[in-house]
């Protein structure tokens, strides 16, 4: 016959043969669903919509030790907020975050949180896309093709590479990153061919933060004759939030 107890402490060896902590089951959208003392212990996400902030209770109606596992299996960026609204942590798809009150006595409260990555490997995120198709563009700037990715929300750094054929003698030839819309300003690169036809690597590195919706994206430029690019890859690795 089961008992609600509102608090048991044990003194001693407390054994049992299975335990089951209660779960909520929630579908990402739009909004902000604010957790209180009486929520349960667990959640687990599901869903696709961007958008989705989930608010830790007030500080001050809890005792430090209180504590809340999120499993986000949607296939979006989930906001953690504390008690007072403030963004404190960006739960990734495919992450499990435990969040542990160390300091009650404020709506805000001290909260301690660890992140765990679900199938990926030592928890870091990488991204590499490649391409061989030949990509000739015109001289205006170009995306290239095949070489663009849109990163979960974090700091990245970003490679891109390619072997390149120029026609025509003293071209200039640039290559960039764009983080969205907006060009990373110190991953602008210059190559200029003093022969009527130049074979040379083109290159560009960078790091730059990446808001989970705006893609990374290498383009090229150049002041005429013809550019064909062959063997080329993008690669991003996550450095951190």
């Not at 990446?210 to 991003?236: E, P, V, Y």
Request: with cysteine; hydrophobic share 40%.
């Amino acid at each position: 016959m089961p008992h609600i107890i509102d608090s048991l402490k044990t003194e001693g060896l407390l054994d049992h043969s299975g335990w089951r902590q209660a779960l909520t089951s929630l579908t990402v959208s739009n909004t902000t669903t604010t957790l209180t003392i009486d929520s349960t212990v667990t959640y687990y996400l599901t869903g696709s919509t961007t958008g989705q902030i989930l608010r830790l209770p007030s500080g001050l109606t809890l005792q430090a030790g209180h504590r809340f596992e999120i499993w986000n299996g949607s296939s979006t960026t989930v906001v953690l907020q504390d008690g007072s609204g403030a963004t404190i942590f960006s739960i990734f798809p495919n992450y499990h975050a435990d969040a542990q009150l160390l300091v009650a006595g404020s709506a805000a409260g001290t909260w301690g949180i660890q992140a765990t990555g679900v199938g990926v490997a030592s928890g870091i995120i990488n991204y590499k896309v490649t391409a061989t198709a030949s990509f000739a563009p015109g001289t205006a700037l170009t995306p290239i093709t095949s070489m663009t990715v849109t990163p979960l929300q974090g700091t990245y750094a970003i490679w891109f590479n390619c072997s390149a054929s120029i026609v025509t003698n003293n071209v200039q030839t640039s290559a960039f990153i764009y983080n969205g819309a907006t060009q990373v300003t110190d991953s602008a690169r210059l190559v200029q061919n003093s022969v009527a036809t130049f074979n040379t690597i083109i290159s560009t590195q960078t790091i730059s933060t990446f808001n989970g919706t705006d893609a990374c994206t290498a383009q090229t430029s150049r002041t005429g004759g013809t550019l064909t690019m062959t063997g080329r890859s993008l690669i991003l690795i996550r450095l951190g939030d």
